[in-house]
């Protein structure tokens, strides 16, 4: 039986969430770039928040600190997908298997293109634009200053600009340059 202290850490983690863990799982999905893998890592984050309850719910911004761990998984997530791809590459060794002038940008799609992005630009990219946060609010999300935040989105843009063309690429942040 819990304490009335116990059970209304409880009904506040309940309500938490309830309100940020399709936000959580929609951010997964968006770093990582995959769907299966998003609710996992977004009920992951959650169990970790769970455990530093007490701590989540004193922060002055208790969703940023969520999407920061969020973030901090994804990227854990990527450097171990990238460390088994390279032992598989040392093991079966490297092929060869070229295309001769492939058309990239009618294969490159923005989900396609947002994982080529190094981890903070993309993360400062999605962030900014598809969660529509301020420079401020991604700047505390992921333990950064204002100022990376700013020249990692600009950077990350340009990039996106680059493998998607500019229609493309203005659209996707909708207008926004």
């Not at 769970?50 to 701590?55: A, I």
């Not at 004193?58 to 854990?76: I, L, Q, T």
């Not at 100022?147 to 207008?175: H, I, P």
Request: charged fraction near 30%; include cysteine.
């Amino acid at each position: 039986m819990g304490t009335a202290v116990d059970d209304a850490a409880a009904a506040e983690f309940h309500d938490f969430f309830e309100r940020h863990y399709a936000e959580l799982a929609r951010l997964a999905h968006m770093l990582t770039g995959e769907k299966d893998a998003a609710d996992d890592l977004a009920a992951d984050a959650l169990v970790a928040l769970w455990h530093r309850w007490d701590r989540v719910r004193a922060a002055d911004h208790p969703a940023a600190y969520a999407r920061g761990v969020v973030a901090n998984m994804a990227r854990s997530r990527i450097r171990s997908a990238v460390r088994e791809r390279r032992r598989v590459a040392l093991f079966w060794g490297q092929r060869a298997e070229g295309v001769d002038d492939p058309d990239v940008p009618a294969v490159v799609d923005v989900q396609e293109a947002l994982r080529t992005l190094p981890f903070r630009k993309r993360a400062c990219v999605v962030l900014r634009h598809a969660f529509d946060l301020s420079e401020k609010d991604t700047a505390l999300t992921l333990g950064i200053s204002v100022g990376t935040v700013k020249s990692q989105t600009s950077k990350g843009m340009a990039e996106l600009q680059r493998l998607l063309g500019d229609l493309a690429a203005s659209q996707l942040v909708g207008g926004r340059q």
